[in-house]
């Protein structure tokens, strides 16, 4: 489905309005980056800070950045994301897959990836909500969304063998936490099983 000035809502049942949430979700992240520094960093995935009963971070650390050039990409994945796989569903299952997605990155860092002290941005959440968009595709019959899933498993399975993609780093200007990519990504893939247990039991 096309979106037209006809044919958007804002009611977040509809799936056609998934894309108008995004686009303020997005403007959300653009307002906290202009929090005071002790304040943005209240919010940072730390693992001292969530060992020590400061869980929020298992959440808010998908949501804050380094600077502006780590948020420009992320958000502008993000709308992309949403623009090329908003028909799926509406801006209230998109809301409840980046919630699982984002707690999936930083609960995977926390249990799995101890050598991991910190780590901001929603990369991780990205992947993980790419892997659901790549199965929707197949679910509806898209043999593209077979390649794309392929793609961004080998990007994956790159990552834990070699480290960061190439020049992703000097990107954002900072080191890469690929295990961040790896456990959102699973938090996707997650999400899109639970999601097909409820439509087969409402079937």
Not at 175 to 187: K, Q, S
Request: charged share 10%; with cysteine.
């Amino acid at each position: 489905m096309r979106i037209t000035a006809r044919n958007i809502s804002f009611s977040p049942w509809e799936n056609s309005a998934s894309l108008v949430w995004a686009t303020g979700f997005a403007l959300l992240l653009v307002a906290l980056q202009f929090l005071p520094v002790e304040l943005h960093r209240k919010l940072w995935y730390v693992r001292d800070a969530v060992a020590n009963g400061e869980y929020w971070r298992l959440l808010t650390g998908n949501l804050v950045h380094l600077g502006w050039r780590h948020l420009a990409l992320n958000v502008g994945a993000l709308l992309l994301g949403i623009w090329v796989f908003y028909p799926a569903r509406s801006p209230v299952g998109w809301i409840i897959a980046q919630l699982v997605c984002s707690f999936s990155t930083c609960l995977g860092l926390y249990l799995f990836s101890p050598g991991v002290s910190w780590c901001v941005g929603m990369s991780g959440a990205l992947h993980g909500l790419l892997m659901i968009g790549a199965l929707d595709w197949i679910r509806q019959g898209d043999r593209f969304g077979w390649l794309l899933l392929m793609v961004w498993i080998a990007k994956l399975a790159w990552e834990q063998l070699n480290g960061a993609v190439p020049l992703s780093a000097e990107t954002i200007g900072a080191p890469v936490i690929t295990d961040a990519h790896l456990w959102g990504a699973v938090g996707g893939f997650l999400f899109a099983g639970g999601e097909a247990a409820v439509r087969k039991l409402r079937a």
